[in-house]
Nanobody, 124 residues
Framework: QLVESGGGLVQPGGSLTLSCITS????????VGWFRQAPGKEREGLLC??????????AYVESVKGRFTISRDNAKHTVFLQMQILRHEDTAVYYC?????????????????WGQGTQVTVSS
């Protein structure tokens, strides 16, 4: 099981960095994706990172482009989601998930292992 951390309450315009880690296997050999689900909405894929990459700013959701990035530290077996200039509409539960490395995907069904999620609330 994956474990996300780093969520919390942040003011609009603020930043947060979420972490994703697991003790059951190493993330190094998998694609890791970050997703979010706001109340009443479907889960959406934000960014993902392949095993050979250390950083990506290729976002699948238009509203987070230029604000969210994904990175991995294989020495720490951790994948991060860096979020900047947060907005009210970024409020959601954020999840990380893994899939075999046949390429990145924003498709929820492509991912096999999921964390329980971490709540991010953007509010003044």
């Amino acid at each position: 099981q994956l474990v996300e951390s780093g969520g919390g309450l942040v003011q609009p315009g603020g930043s947060l960095t979420l972490s994703c880690i697991t003790s059951e296997f190493t993330l190094d050999s998998y694609v890791v994706g970050w997703f979010r689900q706001a109340p009443g909405k479907e889960r959406e894929g934000l960014l993902c990172i392949r095993q050979s990459d250390s950083f990506s700013n290729t976002a699948y959701v238009e509203s987070v482009k230029g604000r969210f990035t994904i990175s991995r530290d294989n020495a720490k077996h951790t994948v991060f989601l860096q979020m900047q200039i947060l907005r009210h509409e970024d409020t959601a539960v954020y999840y990380c998930a893994t899939k075999p490395d046949y390429g990145c995907s924003s498709y929820v069904g492509a991912y096999s292992y999921w964390g329980q999620g971490t709540q991010v609330t953007v509010s003044s």
